[in-house]
């Protein structure tokens, strides 16, 4: 019998009663394999603020090196504190490179599709969201604009008052993240790998993701490999979702096609993720904390679940993954036992809570 220790993050805002179902429903699922799960429970958030002076205390982050797993609930981003995004930092200090975002349409969840399968791959930490910025007016910026704009005279002028970004994408950080994307499709039996950028336009940054991904595809003969213009990919995506599989893409593309995606197959509540690093993997829903909602036995657990559903998978626990996966689309498909967000209408009386929902997918795992 194999007990994974995994770090467990209820997190603020929703996250506690989502990890509460979630952490259940975990349990019941690795129960059918014969496993179980001895969970290091660690705070973050703004919650621990207070106690710990920080969202994010060293301990957690420690934990998650320690045990190399972790799956967290939502976290709440403090507004005018000088703290950043916890859900950031934890990304950075762990470099957890590979953002997955499966998104597949589960009979039973409203959507205008029923096709879609698609994989988002998304780089992490690169390009747009490096966080290089040039306020306009600052000393900073005046000395970058007039560097460039006598220094390469060939270019068209920059404006004196215009923010500057910068957009690095390096050799490295493509080759990671494509070739994460590939093994992806080739452990998964997926049978293309999309290349999404803007090449045509940024030819040395998106140029350069695009120049690494034919290298890499080389590697991998049983994979198809297509190159899509990010504005064509928006298009074809809800024109004919039947035709994409696993996308890669820099950071600011999978984020946007990511939520486009995910809206696609029934929204937030439904759209699980993880993000991998070379030593420690974090599972977490696409979702935030919804504060609104806040202690009301209220919100869908599904997103956290199978978030859930891809740690099994990380942990090599793949047929208690696919036990829970039929026990989740089991109750969507039924659609007695689901959510308010799941229903016609947002007042349904006949709509379940967070904890009598995840009871639901129990009663399927142990029947
Ligand atoms: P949100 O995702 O928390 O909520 C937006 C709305 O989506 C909610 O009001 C609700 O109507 C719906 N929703 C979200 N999750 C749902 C669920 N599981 N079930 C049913 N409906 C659901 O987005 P927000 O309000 O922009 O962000 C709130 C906070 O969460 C912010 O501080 C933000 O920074 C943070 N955030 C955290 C993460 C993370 O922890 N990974 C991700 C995104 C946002």
Redesign the pocket.
Known sequence: MTTHRVTLIP?D??GPE?TEATRRVLEAAIATSGGSFDWDVQEAGVDVMEKAGTPLPPETIESIRRNKVAI??????PIGTGFR???VALRFELELYACLRPCKTYPGVRSRFDDVDVVIVRENTEDLYAGIEFETGTPDNKKLVNYLNTEFPQNKKIREDSGISIKPISRFGSERIIRFAFDYAKANNRKRVHCITKSNIMKFTDGLFLATFRDVAKEYPDIEPWENLVDAACMGLVQRPEEWDVLVLPNLYGDILSDLTAGMVG???VAPGGNYGTDAAVF??????????KGQNK??????ILSGMLMLRHLGEDAAADKLEQAVASVLGEGKST???MKPSRDDPSAVGTSQYADAIIEKLEA
């Open positions: 997190g805002g929703v989502l967290k609930g939502p976290i709440t981003t995004s916890v859900n929204g937030l509540g977490e829903a696409t979702h935030g904390s919804a504060p609104k909602y919100v869908n657990p599904t997103a956290m959510t308010y967000d």
